[in-house]
């Protein structure tokens, strides 16, 4: 179940990041509210993963895989650029992210 409360977190975390984007330095009211609301509940979900899954490991799989999806968001929602370093940048917090993982599992 630890696993899935830190999937929710993230899910959390990139909805409440892209309401960032819809409330344009918070001048519309509605994703305003939202960024609270997606943050605070992020934080819940990140907070009962914490309970079994150590923090170092868990917050980089949150913030990693959370940069990553905004990226891919950012690009394909947004119309923002992708350009090689984009690519590889985006590559490489997979690649530590997993490493992190696999890095864990050995220990126990």
Same mark, same amino acid.
Request: proline share 2%; hydrophobic share 60%.
């Given at each position: ?11 959390? +975390?990139? %909805? ?6 819809? @409330? =344009? ?6 994703? %305003? !509210? &939202? /960024?609270?609301? &997606?943050?605070?509940? @992020? =934080?819940? =979900? ?6 079994? !899954?150590? $923090? ?7 913030? #990693? ?6 990226? $891919? /968001?950012?690009? =394909?929602?947004?119309? +923002?650029?992708?350009?090689? /370093?984009?690519?590889?940048? !985006? ?11 696999? #890095?864990? +599992?050995?220990?126990?």
């Amino acid at each position: 179940m630890h696993w899935i409360y830190l999937i929710i977190a993230i899910l959390f +975390e990139v %909805s409440g990041t892209t309401c960032m984007k819809f @409330s =344009f330095g918070f001048s519309k009211l509605v994703p %305003s !509210l &939202f /960024i609270f609301i &997606f943050y605070a509940l @992020s =934080f819940t =979900f990140l907070s009962l993963a914490l309970k079994v !899954l150590p $923090v170092a490991l868990s917050y980089a799989i949150w913030s #990693g895989v959370g940069t990553a999806a905004i990226t $891919v /968001i950012g690009i =394909f929602w947004f119309g +923002e650029g992708i350009n090689a /370093i984009k690519l590889i940048s !985006l590559l490489l917090i997979i690649i530590g992210v997993a490493g992190l993982h696999f #890095g864990q +599992e050995q220990v126990h």
